[in-house]
């Protein structure tokens, strides 16, 4: 590999994306009124975003919702309103990747 001194920045600039991300699904649930302690946010949440990476539809629609509907009942919103916040989340994304 010639360019290692890039791969730390790359790390860091991942690390700063995913934060936002996970932060991005938290400021959704507090939208949607569901308060999730900070241990689902970091624990729970990241399984929830890690499941849109499967290839079997657009953007995670779907997939991501079902995993919300799973997953976080657990830490104490229901499941409407987990996929409340998992639908807010994507309509999110869409927005922000509109202007791009």
Do not use: D, K
Not at 14 to 37: K, R
């Amino acid at each position: 590999m010639r360019a290692r001194h890039v791969l730390p920045t790359q790390v860091a600039l991942g690390f700063l994306v995913s934060l936002c991300n996970i932060s991005a699904f938290a400021a959704c649930a507090m939208t949607v009124g569901v308060s999730l302690p900070i241990l689902a946010v970091l624990v729970l949440v990241p399984l929830i975003l890690f499941s849109m990476l499967v290839p079997l539809t657009i953007s995670g629609w779907g997939v991501r919702e079902s995993a919300a509907a799973a997953l976080l009942p657990t830490a104490g919103p229901s499941v409407l309103e987990s996929i409340a916040v998992s639908v807010l989340f994507g309509i999110a994304i869409i927005l922000t990747s509109f202007p791009g």
